[in-house]
């Protein structure tokens, strides 16, 4: 996703894709909430600056069910705002709440391999 917003995962099928892939930022994000909102913007400015970031977000206000199934795929406890780091089908690396940042994410993703 070259300098665009991050798609939203909108059904199973894409979330099945996502959680499959070989490299995936998953973002799950809900409006009614200001820390996820600054979270989701520290998320989008990330995804901007890192061209080719396969990645993609979860309403979890309106999609609350597919977002309860990322969480039993990934073993990563439900939170919201979450950023989770996938790599070859695994979570490898996940934060929430103000440790969701540019920063963090850069490091997570250097380090998950």
């Known amino acids: 996703m070259a300098n665009e917003i991050p798609n939203e995962i909108l059904d199973r ?6 959680l499959g892939a070989e490299r995936f930022l998953l973002f ?12 989701f913007a520290e998320y989008e400015a990330y995804v901007s600056e890192h061209t080719g970031v396969p990645t993609g977000w979860i309403d979890v206000v ?4 597919l977002s309860h199934t990322a969480a ?3 073993g990563v406890e ?14 490898v690396w ?3 709440h103000f440790d969701i940042t540019q920063a963090s994410l850069a490091e ?5 391999g």
């Open 78 to 91: 439900h939170k919201s705002p979450q950023a989770i780091w996938i790599v070859d089908g695994v979570a």
């Open 72 to 74: 039993q795929q990934t």
């Open 62 to 65: 309106n999609r609350r069910e």
């Open 13 to 18: 099928a894409s979330l099945d894709a996502a």
């Open 108 to 112: 997570a993703a250097e380090t998950a």
């Open 28 to 39: 799950k994000h809900s409006g009614r909430c200001s820390i996820s909102s600054r979270a």
């Open 94 to 96: 996940n934060a929430s």
